[in-house]
């Protein structure tokens, strides 16, 4: 609950015309200013209109002025203004007029006059301060969404670096093994937690939206060809997607594609460099297809993936199917190479609504 000096610390700056009333909270003379001046002009008003209106309504110029006075600048000059109009109504429009006698008739006016003043400085009096609770709660929730999304970024930078770090000890110890099986697999694993690292520090986002598909399979290309340190080999990538990847499929499908990608660079392309052609397309049965292909000497023919004695295949594999789709890996079909499938399936309603 706000209390009252932070009601009072309100900037104007950024707040719509009801968040800043009262008006002029810092020069309260002008409030009361306005005060005097709307009274008297209610007076003239109702001097004006005094032939076009049947016997009674004495305050029928007045309430407006106590309202809007109360409203724009708030209770005290509200209140003063309502006091000058009672009195003005009183003294010029209460029978016997021009004098401040109080027959039974005056006093039933006033009390009637007093009640419904009373009633309206009151309502208006609550609605600024709730509105002004309001302004309190909105610059509250807005620097605790700030906290939040810093405290996350900081988290993702952490965690990313601490994946580097990961990466940099394998790579480390790798120079110590000397079996050749040995450092290959600490080089697999260094790469790939190297990889993971890198996305980390974007992969997600603190209002939990989903990525965009195209962009992200991009990134991971870009980021794999880079970390190959080869720069004969090129990539064109041609996108005829709109879709939006799950957070929580974010990293498998990072590891197939990465995968794929580093298979065709090693084996595709060992001696000698040339182009990947990267394809996301929508398959039949809500499912994106995500086509990895090279120019290569192909595979092997009798290449079963199931069989594959790489480990990183292997994961492949198995990620692929633990995203509820499915990794391939054949040669194609004009034999001008090798081409890796990944088929993974459309975000579901309730997957999104989750991360809505």
């Known amino acids: 609950m706000p209390d009252s000096r932070a009601l009072g610390q309100i900037p104007g700056a950024g707040q719509t015309l009801l968040q800043r009333l009262p008006l002029a909270r810092s020069r309260p003379w002008i409030g009361y200013g306005v005060a005097i001046v709307a009274s008297l002009t209610g007076l003239f008003v109702r001097w004006f209109v005094a032939d076009t209106l049947p016997e009674g309504f004495p305050y029928i ?52 006059y007093l009640f419904i003043v009373t009633v309206d400085i009151a309502l208006v009096h609550w609605m600024q301060h709730a509105n002004r609770r309001l302004v309190v709660e909105q610059r509250r929730s807005a620097e605790l969404a700030d906290t939040r999304e810093m405290l996350f970024k900081e988290l993702q930078h952490r ?135 090279d120019e290569g000497d192909g595979l092997p023919e009798d290449f079963v993936l199931e069989g594959a004695t790489s480990l990183g295949l292997r994961i492949a594999n198995t990620l692929g199917r633990s995203l509820g789709g499915e990794f391939t890996l054949a040669n194609r079909q004009d034999g001008q190479g090798a081409i890796a499938r990944l088929v993974i399936p459309h975000a579901s309603e309730d997957t999104v609504n989750a991360a809505a």
């Open 61 to 112: 110029t007045f309430f407006p002025a106590v309202i809007l006075t109360a409203f724009f600048f708030g209770v005290g000059p509200g209140i003063l203004s309502a006091v000058l109009c009672g009195l003005l109504s009183w003294y010029y429009f209460i029978a016997p007029v021009e004098s401040f006698a109080l027959p039974y008739r005056a006093v039933v006016a006033l009390g009637f």
């Open 159 to 293: 965690v990313g670096n601490n994946l580097q770090m990961m990466s940099s000890i394998l790579s480390l110890q790798q120079r110590g093994v000397r079996d050749e099986e040995g450092k290959v697999a600490l080089a697999d694993a260094s790469r790939r937690i190297g990889l993971v690292g890198r996305l980390q520090r974007t992969l997600y986002s603190a209002d939990g939206a989903q990525l965009s598909l195209a962009s992200y399979i991009e990134r991971i290309v870009r980021d794999t060809l880079e970390a190959s340190g080869r720069d004969d080999v090129s990539f064109l990538f041609d996108a005829q997607v709109s879709g939006s990847l799950p957070s929580e499929s974010a990293i498998p499908t990072a590891l197939v594609v990465a995968e794929a990608v580093s298979n065709a660079i090693e084996h595709a392309y060992s001696d000698n460099g040339g182009p990947i052609d990267v394809t996301l397309v929508d398959g039949e049965e809500d499912c994106f297809i995500i086509c990895i292909q």
